[in-house]
């Protein structure tokens, strides 16, 4: 049986979140790199994270939970599965471990360890895109794990591969790899300028989400394990 103490689900947090950034921002380079065509490079971008998504919450679900984002775990906290200091915890692993898998994807390509994005993510359409990419994630991540939580790692990354592409700002849907993805100047960036508004965004998408599924999809039986 595997025995899960808090230091290592704080690990298991930032790792995850390390690989995942790793794989949005390495395989963001190389598309870019390999074609001037930017839906090709969308593609090879989308399906290299679906893949890598799918691998990541198998290997660290068990761990952690593997939120990987802040608004998961904000919503596990407000639903009282999860306690206030963990979540501190969770958050703080999230955000380092980002940052760290920004950095390290810039240096697999001979990149300067921190470039600053100049890609421009604003404007209305944007804002609307990722408030409803992450309404959506967040009514995957409640309705598909509580009825059938074995498949959510799927779930997950099936939907973050098609909000790529039904989304004006290709689906951050992370305040973690939001903030990670301005610490490089790639086809994965985003100005850090441009950060706040995301955040702002994807609160009030994953606020909206996480009372509306909470209600439409209840706790079935007894309650959810907590973290603590």
Known sequence: ????????RFVAEALGTALLVAAVVGSGIM???LTSDRALALL??????????VAILLVFGPVSGA???PVVTLCMTAMKTQSRSSAAGYIAAQLTGGIAGATLANAMFELPLVTWSTTARTGAAQ???????TFGLIGVVIAVG???????????AAYIMAAYWFTASTSFANPAV???RAFSDTFAGIRPV????FLLAQALGATVGGILFSWLVPIPGSAAPRID
């Not at 090879?44 to 998504?53: E, I, Q, S, Y």
């Not at 804002?127 to 990419?133: C, Q």
């Not at 509580?146 to 997950?156: I, M, N």
């Open 146 to 156: 509580r009825t059938r939580a074995a498949l959510t790692p799927f779930a997950v």
């Open 194 to 197: 441009d950060v706040g508004p």
């Open 67 to 69: 939120h990987l984002n």
């Open 31 to 33: 598309a870019q790199r």
């Open 127 to 133: 804002l609307l895109s990722e408030a409803v990419a």
């Open 44 to 53: 090879a971008n989308t399906t290299a994270t679906g893949g890598a998504l």
């Open 178 to 180: 939001t903030l990670a």
């Open 1 to 8: 049986m595997l025995v899960v103490t808090p230091r290592r």
